[in-house]
């Protein structure tokens, strides 16, 4: 992942060869700015993009040059946060044994006052959701999307892809590859 002041530094001391333009991946103008470094139109230009790079916000710049790299639902939430109602507060996951002994979960949509009912239900429906995933992990040791899309039969597989995203997001599970036959599997992360 593109980092913003690591590109901001590269456009301050390589600008004039576009040594940012090759690490933000745009390498053509990378290619023309090295051709035409003796000409110092490079430099004025690397100087100018140093300056809108520090001042660009994080997740502008994400969008603009990581999008590749947060494929998937992060990327997807980069471009529709700034529309996103009200926050909703963090998932906690304490028991994973049993979905009738949760100690430390929300029970109910009276749990977030704050929040609209859908969207504390919502948020109650994704803990459920996880919950699962988290205890089929623990049976099965490691387990794919087609497990998950299985065993979980009443969510659709959108949601139980989201659900994986947030779940590796959070360091709950992690990502590898089966060595037997490349597919992607999911584990807990111990």
Partial sequence: ?????SAAALAFFLG??????????????????????WTNIPAVAGFVEFIL???MQKPEFDRKYNSAALAGYESRQLINSSSLPIQVPPQVIVNIGSDKSVSASY???QD????????ASQVLANEKIDRRILKLCQNQGEITLLDCFLEIED??????????ESLV?????????R?????IVYSLDN
Avoid: C, T
């Avoid at 933000?24 to 035409?36: K, S, T």
């Avoid at 969510?155 to 994986?164: G, Q």
């Fill in 112 to 119: 977030f006052p704050e929040l609209d009912p859908n969207v």
């Fill in 53 to 55: 790079l520090l001042s």
């Fill in 107 to 109: 029970e109910s949509s």
């Fill in 179 to 183: 060595a037997s036959d490349g597919k």
């Fill in 16 to 37: 004039w060869a576009g040594g940012h333009k090759f690490y933000l991946g745009e390498v053509g103008w990378g290619i023309i700015y090295a051709i035409f470094f």
């Fill in 1 to 5: 992942m593109k980092n913003k002041n």
């Fill in 169 to 177: 997001r959070q360091e709950f599970l992690q990502i590898g590859n």
């Fill in 155 to 164: 969510v659709p597989r959108s949601i139980l892809e989201s659900r994986l």
